[in-house]
Nanobody, 125 residues
Framework: QVQLVESGGGLVQAGDSLRLSCAVSGRTFSPYAMGWFRQAPGKEREFVAGCLWNGGNKMYADSVKGRFAISRDGAKNTVYLQMNDLKPADTAVYSC??????????????????WGQGTQVTVSS
């Protein structure tokens, strides 16, 4: 049973930073790639960042490039999303996702096989 559990969300002010974590568990499961997505109220879920399971080949949405960074701790089987200079527009539920084998580019949601439950990030102005 593969599980993805996000943590680290919260209420912050504009300009603050947060680090989200996505712990991946599941006996012998080694994803091909990981992605972070977010969904704001009344909007569709959108791609935020992605990388290979080894932490390489990182990719970001234009809206977060230069402010967010995705990384991975292999020893902890955890993927992180460091979010700096947060803006009210970043307010959303953030979810991580894992792909077993390569099928498509990171931003394609249907490529992912497993999803976490999400963590709320609220940025006040």
């Amino acid at each position: 049973q593969v599980q993805l559990v996000e943590s680290g969300g919260g209420l912050v002010q504009a300009g603050d930073s947060l680090r989200l974590s996505c712990a991946v568990s599941g006996r012998t499961f080694s994803p091909y790639a990981m992605g972070w997505f977010r969904q704001a109220p009344g909007k569709e879920r959108e791609f935020v960042a992605g990388c290979l399971w080894n932490g390489g080949n990182k990719m970001y949405a234009d809206s977060v490039k230069g402010r967010f960074a995705i990384s991975r701790d292999g020893a902890k089987n955890t993927v992180y999303l460091q979010m700096n200079d947060l803006k009210p527009a970043d307010t959303a539920v953030y979810s991580c996702a894992a792909e077993r084998d390569y099928t498509s580019t990171y931003s394609v949601q249907s490529k992912y096989d497993y999803w976490g439950q999400g963590t709320q990030v609220t940025v006040s102005s």
